[in-house]
């Protein structure tokens, strides 16, 4: 055999090796996906024969249902209308829950999900008179929190808690000043007059400010005229303390002396001494045990698939 043809049947060779080494890490790679999916799917099945059952049919014995609002309260957090009131709604329908508790601790957030929940506690207060709701303050209990909370027949808090920011705020930043001075030009073409209005890159109109602060103080009026349905004539009168609805906040004591809340205490303490029925039941609602389950599942694979294809030589590579 001639040189030549010597090393044709190595490059030969060499390829047909390479290509079994491709095939065989590529089925290592298959082994190890099939196996990923049925381990996940095996914790699945685990958590949802093991999972907890919901505040709705977790005790039937006589409790105190508690929901939670944790966060900041936006339609795309944890601490959402939807999610709120759904709680709610189970936990006033439970026969043997003795009265609800809504646990908050929050910064505040949109006031338009606060009154979401506002409003639904009303009803609910109505379609049930005789099962109360207590507001329960933790850390921090304001702006949209504290709106929630009025909607409520008490309101407790820490001695230390931070209760109030009765008050509305946006807030944004200007530019044209910086563009100027670099040599920028803002090109922003719109169909109406004042479309642009809360733009941070064209200079700001008098006019406009003006505008939008009278959204702000119509809005800050409904903030207030709710703390003042709700607490009744608890509350001080803000003649006589201009400073109830300015925005400012304050600590558990002063709060109790404003009328802001009915006394000091924790969420054990309200279930055990105010409503008489020491066990909680968590009626907060729950992501499923299988939806957290799928959601972590498509973004390992996804990450293994996008680590496998970066890491194959020549094969293929996505950037």
Do not use: C
């Not at 004591?253 to 009915?262: S, V, W």
């Amino acid at each position: 055999m001639s040189e030549t043809n010597k090393a044709e049947d190595q490059w030969v060779k060499g390829i047909i090796k390479e290509t079994f080494a491709e095939q065989k890490k590529a089925r290592r790679w298959g082994i190890f996906f099939k196996v990923l999916t049925f381990s996940y799917l095996f914790v699945a099945l685990v958590l949802i024969v093991n999972s907890v059952p919901s505040g709705e049919s977790a005790s039937e014995q006589t409790h105190t249902a508690m929901v939670r609002v944790n966060g900041v309260i936006a339609a795309d957090q944890e601490a959402n209308a939807n999610s709120i009131v759904t709680g709610l709604r189970a936990a006033f329908k439970n026969e043997n829950s003795e009265a609800v508790m809504l646990v908050i601790n929050s910064p505040g957030g949109s006031p338009v999900q606060a009154g979401y929940v506002y409003d639904e506690i009303k009803r609910l207060r109505g379609l049930y008179p005789d099962k109360k709701l207590y507001a329960v303050i933790a850390e921090l209990g304001a702006s949209g929190g504290y709106y929630m909370a009025a909607g409520a027949d008490e309101i407790y808090a820490d001695k230390a808690s931070l209760v109030g920011s009765i008050g509305v705020t946006a807030s944004s930043f200007g530019f044209v000043d910086l563009m100027e001075k670099v040599g920028v030009k803002r090109r922003h073409f719109t169909s109406g007059e004042h479309k642009a209005f809360l733009d941070p890159f064209s200079p700001e109109k008098e006019a406009e400010a003006e505008f939008w602060q009278q959204v702000l103080d119509v809005t800050h009026q409904q903030f207030i005229n709710v703390v003042q349905e709700g607490r009744g004539d608890r509350i001080a009168d803000a003649e006589k303390n201009e400073k109830l609805y300015s925005g400012l906040i304050w600590n558990g004591e002063q709060a109790l002396k404003l009328g802001l809340i009915d006394g000091l205490g924790s969420p054990g303490f309200v279930a055990r001494d105010i409503i008489g029925a020491e066990d909680i039941v968590d009626y907060t609602l729950q992501e499923s045990a299988l939806t957290k389950v799928i959601e972590k599942l498509g973004i390992s694979i996804g990450s293994g698939l996008a680590n496998k294809m970066t890491t194959q030589g020549n094969s293929l590579t996505l950037n």
